[in-house]
């Protein structure tokens, strides 16, 4: 088995630092992981720190899944690349992850918001809507509380459909991303491309698999999880938080390739 590189190294600690922080300070999850732009809690800082936070306990095996594809794939690509290289590449995967991740959040919102144009509702009036606590908008017997939304929906007169709308676009702005698992899925297409004939295996599959088949055979295993609500290198959740996947595999995909085309694949940066 390959020793750990430096950079791979680093990352590791990195993200553990992160990840005890953060389960002694639980707070810290509103501060850096990273929400839709419109949200109250959207921080710009959180475009590169959500990259370093992992589910909390009791799910350790979000972290400790992508830390051992770090580890596996990881020290790999940075013993041929070098340090330098390896972490503009991994970095760059996690930010194409994140950025796939807003643009589907970004063409879902469009899409629900459309259907409620009609209520000619202000900026400010739907900035409010789609950051209330909807768990607090309605008392025990269903009824909706008095207050700024309720009077700003009985104004424009908003119906059941409408406000269904209306609380699945807040859904996407106050659901928040956090992982590695972009940057990995980067990892993991690069890994293919540098070493294709590589035979890999899960667990659950005994028999070794090439790389240039077992990686993509592992992203549409993943994506389709995806849409159920579980992952193999992820924290779970909704079939959108998976497109972040998708993305850094693309991310990384398109990077070797420009690499490969112009011959900058086997230069090192250091």
Same mark, same amino acid.
């Given at each position: 088995?390959?020793?750990?590189?430096?950079?791979?190294?680093?990352?590791?600690?990195?993200?553990?630092?992160?990840?005890?922080?953060?389960?002694?300070?639980?707070?810290?999850?509103?501060?850096?992981?990273?929400?839709?732009?419109?949200?109250?809690?959207?921080?710009?800082?959180?475009?590169?720190?959500?990259?370093?936070?992992?589910?909390?306990?009791?799910?350790?095996?979000?972290?400790?899944?992508?830390?051992?594809?770090?580890?596996?794939?990881?020290?790999?690509?940075?013993?041929?690349?070098?340090?330098?290289?390896?972490?503009?590449?991994?970095?760059?995967?996690?930010?194409?992850?994140?950025?796939?991740?807003?643009?589907?959040?970004?063409?879902?919102?469009?899409?629900?918001?459309?259907?409620?144009?009609?209520?000619?509702?202000?900026?400010?009036?739907?900035?409010?809507?789609?950051?209330?606590?909807?768990?607090?908008?309605?008392? $025990?017997?269903?009824?909706? &509380?008095? *207050?700024? %939304?309720?009077?700003? =929906?009985?104004?424009?007169?908003?119906?059941?459909? /409408? @406000?269904?709308?209306?609380?699945?676009?807040?859904?996407?702005?106050?659901?928040?991303?956090?992982?590695?698992?972009?940057?990995?899925?980067?990892?993991?297409?690069?890994?293919?491309?540098?070493?294709?004939?590589?035979?890999?295996?899960?667990?659950?599959?005994?028999?070794?698999?090439?790389?240039?088949?077992?990686?993509?055979?592992?992203?549409?295993?993943?994506?389709?999880?995806?849409?159920?609500?579980?992952?193999?290198?992820?924290?779970?959740?909704?079939?959108? $938080?998976?497109?972040?996947? &998708?993305? *850094?595999? %693309?991310?990384?995909? =398109?990077?070797?390739?420009?690499?490969?085309?112009? /011959? @900058?694949?086997?230069?090192?940066?250091?």
């Amino acid at each position: 088995m390959m020793n750990m590189t430096p950079v791979v190294k680093q990352l590791l600690i990195i993200n553990i630092i992160f990840f005890i922080g953060s389960q002694i300070v639980p707070v810290s999850y509103d501060y850096l992981m990273m929400y839709y732009p419109e949200s109250d809690n959207f921080r710009v800082w959180q475009i590169i720190t959500h990259m370093f936070m992992h589910a909390p306990l009791p799910n350790f095996a979000h972290i400790l899944f992508n830390m051992f594809a770090l580890y596996s794939f990881g020290s790999a690509l940075e013993h041929f690349w070098g340090g330098k290289k390896f972490l503009f590449f991994y970095i760059s995967c996690g930010l194409g992850a994140a950025l796939l991740h807003t643009g589907v959040n970004y063409l879902q919102l469009q899409s629900l918001l459309s259907s409620v144009s009609d209520l000619n509702l202000s900026k400010s009036e739907l900035h409010l809507i789609l950051n209330a606590d909807y768990s607090s908008l309605f008392d $025990a017997s269903g009824k909706m &509380v008095q *207050g700024d %939304i309720a009077a700003i =929906l009985n104004k424009v007169h908003c119906t059941q459909e /409408q @406000f269904n709308a209306l609380a699945q676009s807040s859904a996407i702005v106050q659901s928040p991303v956090l992982g590695a698992s972009g940057a990995i899925y980067g990892l993991l297409t690069a890994f293919a491309f540098m070493f294709p004939n590589a035979q890999l295996g899960l667990m659950f599959i005994p028999i070794p698999i090439k790389a240039k088949y077992f990686v993509p055979g592992i992203l549409a295993i993943d994506l389709f999880l995806g849409f159920k609500g579980s992952s193999l290198f992820g924290s779970g959740g909704t079939g959108i $938080a998976h497109f972040a996947h &998708v993305g *850094g595999a %693309i991310t990384g995909f =398109l990077m070797m390739w420009y690499w490969k085309k112009n /011959q @900058f694949n086997n230069n090192r940066w250091n």
